[in-house]
């Protein structure tokens, strides 16, 4: 089944001339790979899911902007990016408010309040697993929340068997300004699994 790489390092980063030539490329197996690692909740709320490929495209695009090139800077980013990795018994993702219009959103934003702590994840008939947000920085005021948050789902095995299995895997909110459920199609399942491994 292949071991789940948890963290990056230097080896596993192209070099700045060698991400010129090879950005393009990479930059189209990343948006391909990330196409299965959204799940939409509703109108205005979405999971992206992180893993190393992800995060090893976050930081490359980091270097290349700031034309980071020196040991100690690009460990620094290494450092930043790879606590956003799952370890095996998790599932990580980018929480986004998406409202296009900014006073729309800044009247959700206030209505919303908590609601990161509302998403919920289910497998199968298991009970539904709520994600510990914001571990990073603490990301809400007392009036509003973010339009970003950082969620960390906690698999059990029973979980982790079920999500590799047969079982429906469905994410939620249920927030009172904003409930929506939905079950995720049989690719976004696929790729999620990936990131998890068995206790055997």
């Known amino acids: ?10 080896d596993d980063l192209f070099s700045l001339e060698a991400y010129s030539t090879e950005r393009q490329a990479f930059r189209a ?3 391909d790979h990330k196409a299965h690692r959204r799940v939409t909740i509703g109108k205005n709320a979405t999971l992206y899911f992180e893993d190393a490929l992800t995060m090893q495209y976050q930081v490359q695009e980091m270097l290349r902007i700031e034309r980071i090139f020196e040991a100690g800077q690009i460990q620094e980013e290494l450092d ?3 606590p956003l990795i799952p370890d095996g018994s998790n599932l990580k993702a980018t929480f986004m408010l998406e409202y296009p219009e900014v006073d729309e959103r800044r009247a959700a934003l206030a209505r919303l309040l908590g609601v990161e702590r509302s998403v919920w994840l289910a497998v199968g008939d298991n009970d539904r697993i709520r994600p510990i947000a914001n571990e990073d920085l603490a990301r809400e005021t007392s009036d509003k929340t973010s339009a970003v ?3 960390r ?7 982790i068997a079920g ?4 079982a429906v895997v469905r994410f939620g909110i249920d927030h009172p300004e904003y409930a929506y459920e939905t079950e ?3 690719e976004v399942k696929r790729s999620l699994a990936a990131d998890l491994q068995s206790a055997v």
């Open 153 to 159: 789902f906690e698999l059990s095995d029973q979980d």
């Open 80 to 82: 930043s990016y790879n």
């Open 163 to 166: 999500f590799k299995g047969e």
């Open 184 to 186: 995720i199609c049989p």
């Open 1 to 10: 089944n292949g071991v789940i790489m948890n963290t990056l390092t230097r």
């Open 29 to 31: 197996r990343v948006l």
């Open 149 to 151: 948050h950082f969620l």
